[in-house]
Antibody
Framework: QVQLVESGGGLVKPGGSLRLSCEAS????????MTWIRQAPGKGLEWVSY????????YYADSVKGRFTISRDNAKNSLYLQMNSLRAEDTAVYYC???????????WGQGTLVTVSS | QSVLTQPPSVSAAPGQKVTIPCSGS????????VSWYQQLPGTAPKLLIY???KRPSGIPDRFSGSKSGTSATLGITGLQTGDEADYYC???????????FGGGTKLTVL
């Protein structure tokens, strides 16, 4: 059964850091591009970042460039998002998703909530 | 405001058909694949259509996707109350080097 499970969310103060993890099961992470998407409370979907199967190509949304870092450990079948210099506007549910090379996101995790507040 | 434009809401009666448009430009929809997602309240989004018009396994053929030029359309026939959800289009933008989502359309089945 193909499954993605995010973890690592929580409450953090502005300027703080958090590392999200996404553990994959039922498939080999190295065979797929992987993506992070977020959704602020009551808002639509916002793409955050994606990484190719071997990690040689990475893209970020302008809103997180320079503050967030995506990475993967294919041996652990896990995807990560290191988030630094967090702002209130980063408050959102963060989803990881399996990416069919820009044709669609066919498997999503349940999401993990990140709240940035003093 | 999203680069991909969707109407905020659509509605139709049970059993009827509805279409949800998604408008973009040559740098996104015009030259890249379009996908569609359904998000039921309180749940993660689910892929309905990928590669413009393909349905993943398990998605009923009541859902269809099409693309023409710089616009795409999601069609849903035989509407059911369980189809009430938010629907999002998505695609890659070659100029921005970014994935884009539409602002979302809330479907109400009256």
């Amino acid at each position: 059964q193909v499954q993605l499970v995010e973890s690592g969310g929580g409450l953090v103060k502005p300027g703080g850091s958090l590392r999200l993890s996404c553990e994959a099961s039922g498939f080999s992470l190295s065979d797929y591009y992987m993506t992070w998407i977020r959704q602020a409370p009551g808002k639509g979907l916002e793409w955050v970042s994606y990484i190719t199967g071997n990690g040689d190509t990475i893209y970020y949304a302008d809103s997180v460039k320079g503050r967030f870092t995506i990475s993967r450990d294919n041996a652990k079948n896990s995807l990560y998002l290191q988030m630094n210099s967090l702002r209130a506007e980063d408050t959102a549910v963060y989803y990881c998703a399996r990416d069919l090379r820009n044709k669609g996101l066919d498997c999503w995790g349940q999401g993990t909530l990140v709240t940035v507040s003093s | 405001q999203s680069v991909l434009t969707q109407p905020p809401s659509v509605s139709a009666a049970p059993g009827q058909k509805v279409t949800i448009p998604c408008s973009g430009s040559s740098s996104n929809i015009g030259n890249n694949y379009v996908s569609w997602y359904q998000q039921l309240p309180g749940t993660a989004p689910k892929l309905l259509i990928y590669d413009n018009n393909k349905r993943p396994s398990g998605i009923p053929d009541r859902f269809s996707g099409s693309k023409s030029g710089t616009s795409a359309t999601l069609g849903i026939t035989g509407l059911q109350t369980g189809d009430e959800a938010d629907y999002y289009c998505g695609t890659w933008d070659s100029s921005l080097s970014a994935v884009l989502f539409g602002g979302g359309t809330k479907l109400t089945v009256l």
